[in-house]
């Protein structure tokens, strides 16, 4: 199982291990998309970060810290870890164990986007969400679909706007979300939003991601 003692703070970062491959799917900067994974990390970059190459400077970046390239999952944001949520939530034999972080400098509404310029300011939110349970293909697309929705509602109660549109935004230009099944335990054919396993992450996301907005928009309060 992945549970809270799986996820470890390093300071710059911070890594979820697996005891074994785990069945992912995301938007990760490393290894995004479709495949099995033990290693997951979620990393702190400077606002002024810029490489000639990021994926390069990434992969060594993994690679220094001792995780194998061909088995590590891998975000990157400019939110301090400081200011990372975790949340592990059940409901009988189906589980699911959280990881957010929240910047919110550049909040986009995606329907209002094609009207203007996009401007890259930091701001991306991170979203791992490990499944202890067996999932086929579609439940895997079916719950990080939940979570992107728990994600867009959450911007609409806190009144996130984007400031180029003036509307509330939908999320940011740069965000990333991870859903990854151990495929051990309950079987879920289905994830959407009235099933055991959908309603489950939305509950617990919903949790998660509030209090991290909450505390990155009290954190920016406090320091400009």
Do not use: W
Not at 47 to 73: C, R, W
Not at 149 to 162: A, F, G, P
Not at 176 to 204: D, M, N, R
Request: glycine share 8%; proline share 3%.
């Amino acid at each position: 199982m992945i549970t809270l003692e799986s996820i470890k703070n390093c300071g710059e970062y911070i890594a979820i291990e697996a005891e074994h491959p785990l069945r992912t799917f995301s938007s990760a900067m490393h290894n995004p998309g479709y495949g099995e994974y033990k290693y997951f990390i979620n990393r702190t970059v400077d606002k002024s970060y810029n490489p000639p190459d990021a994926h390069e400077e990434m992969k060594q970046f993994i690679t220094k810290q001792g995780y194998p390239l061909e088995e590590t999952v891998a975000m990157m944001t400019a939110v301090d870890m400081k200011l990372a949520f975790t949340n592990h939530i059940q409901d009988g034999d189906t589980s699911i164990t959280l990881l957010v972080t929240a910047g919110l400098g550049n909040a986009v509404d995606v329907t209002r986007s094609h009207a203007y310029t996009y401007s890259d300011k930091p701001g991306t939110i991170n979203i791992f969400i490990f499944i202890n349970g067996i999932l086929t293909d579609e439940a895997l697309i079916q719950a990080l679909c939940c979570g992107v929705e728990v994600k867009t509602k959450v911007l609409m109660k806190h009144n996130i706007i984007d400031k180029n549109s003036g509307s509330i935004a939908t999320g940011t230009s740069t965000d990333s979300i991870l859903v990854a099944s151990t495929q051990k335990g309950a079987f879920h054919e289905y994830a959407g939003s009235i099933t055991k396993l959908g309603s489950l992450i939305g509950k617990g996301l919903n949790e998660t991601l509030n209090l991290a907005v909450e505390e990155y928009t009290s954190f920016t309060k406090e320091k400009f």
